[in-house]
Structure formats: structure tokens, C-alpha cells
Nanobody, 121 residues
Framework: QVQLVESGEGLVQPGGSLRLDCSAS????????MRWYRQAPGKQRELVAG???????NYADSVKGRFTISRDNAKNTVALQMNSLKPEDTAVYFC???????????????WGQGTLVTVSP
């Protein structure tokens, strides 16, 4: 079994910062891409940022220059540093990874349980 555990949920004022962390544990052979998605009330889930095992990153236009995704391959963790937060960043944030449990199995996609970020005065 592989599990994703997220942390960093919180309430922050506009302009503030917050860091989200996600840790993958269990039987893991390798993790390829790690991502953060978010889903605001009444809206579809959207990709916020992604990072490959080689360190290549991509960001949604709405967070470029404000959010930074990083990972620690040795610890199977991914983080999302969020700066200059805006009320429109309020959402449930989900960790998402592509991983292999053994060298002989195909990649599977896993989701975290979600963590709530609220940006409000």
C-alpha cells in the first residue's frame, strides 16, 4: 500500500504565505511526476504546479511568480510554497503523484486527501 499524506492546511491573510507538504509512504520503487491540484468551491479541479523527477517544473499562469514547487526524491516528498496569496487562491489543494511500486509494474496515479487553504482578511 502507498499513501499520500498532506499537511499545511491553514487560514492566511491576503499577501501572506503558506507552505503545503505531501509525503508518500509505503512500497515505492520510483516516483515520476509530483503535482499539486486545487479545487475551489463550485469550480473544477485545476492543475497548480508539477515537477518531474529530474526537477522540471510547470505552473498554472495564475500562480506563476508566486508559488514554488519543490521535491525531495530521497524522502518522497513534494512541497508547495505559496507567497503573495490572494482570496482567489482559496481552495482544497490535492497532492498527486505518478509512481511505480516495483520495477516491473506500470505507473499508477495516486491522490492525497486534500488540504484546505483559505485566504481571507
Amino acid at each position: 500500500q502507498v499513501q499520500l499524506v498532506e499537511s499545511g492546511e491553514g487560514l492566511v491573510q491576503p499577501g501572506g504565505s503558506l507552505r503545503l507538504d505531501c509525503s508518500a509512504s509505503g512500497s515505492i520503487y520510483t516516483i515520476y511526476t509530483m503535482r499539486w491540484y486545487r479545487q475551489a468551491p463550485g469550480k473544477q479541479r485545476e492543475l497548480v504546479a508539477g515537477i518531474t523527477s529530474a526537477g522540471s517544473t510547470n505552473y498554472a499562469d495564475s500562480v506563476k511568480g508566486r508559488f514554488t514547487i519543490s521535491r525531495d526524491n530521497a524522502k518522497n516528498t513534494v512541497a508547495l510554497q505559496m507567497n503573495s496569496l490572494k482570496p482567489e487562491d482559496t481552495a482544497v489543494y490535492f497532492c498527486n503523484v505518478d509512481l511505480k511500486r516495483t520495477a516491473y509494474t506500470r505507473y499508477i496515479e495516486l491522490w492525497g486527501q486534500g488540504t484546505l487553504v483559505t485566504v481571507s482578511p
